[in-house]
């Protein structure tokens, strides 16, 4: 049974699962990027008219679409995928063996505190709508995350980052300046 939830991105929609979509923790596949996409299910997503970008998390699944398409049109095209998936494959989409571990960042105890923070107090939340924010860097007072699902583009992304998680990181981490969104 796949469930639909509406996220402040008017282009993205959250498909929740009972069954465990990824178990590599959150990742996003964007359309510019699809010829390094080796997983099967994500590559034909991404080829469905409209689609820009997904983001797979354990129990759900963001679709981010362009203009050209109705969610009318192509809300059944995902369900119908997933609901396919689930029926020839006892498998998770993603698992975590395929998932890129490349999180070079220097891992000092300022660094594992912002960490800290996004995980268990900002995570949660953006998860809620269908998103992710993801760590890149910290330097000089300043972090620098990624947001991605239906944060990415989304129009209230900055108000949320500035008001929500910029508060939140200078509140519990004191080296924290300001956070930026970044690439």
């Not at 498909?15 to 923790?25: K, Y």
């Not at 996409?37 to 699944?61: R, T, W």
């Not at 009318?72 to 063996?97: A, C, G, Q, R, T």
Request: proline fraction near 4%; glycine fraction near 4%.
């Amino acid at each position: 049974m796949i469930q639909i939830e509406k996220t402040p991105n008017p282009d993205s929609l959250k498909f929740l699962s009972e069954r465990l979509i990824s178990t590599a923790g959150t990742e996003e596949f964007k359309k510019e990027q699809i010829n390094e996409v080796s997983i099967p299910f994500v590559k034909e997503l991404l080829n469905f008219k409209g689609v820009e970008l997904i983001l797979l998390s354990d129990k759900f699944l963001s679709v981010k679409k362009n203009k050209e398409i109705s969610w009318d049109e192509l809300k059944p095209m995902v369900i119908s995928h997933l609901n396919d998936y689930f029926e020839k494959n006892s498998e998770p989409i993603l698992k975590k063996y395929e998932k890129n571990l490349n999180n070079g960042n220097n891992n000092s105890e300022t660094v594992n505190k912002i960490i800290e923070v996004l995980d268990t107090k900002i995570r949660p939340a953006v998860a809620r709508d269908g998103g992710d924010i993801k760590f890149k860097s910290f330097e000089n007072g300043v972090v620098k995350v990624q947001l991605q699902g239906s944060c990415s583009g989304c129009p209230s992304s900055l108000m949320t980052l500035k008001q929500g998680v910029q508060n939140l990181l200078k509140h519990y981490v004191k080296e924290v300046n300001s956070v930026e969104a970044t690439q």
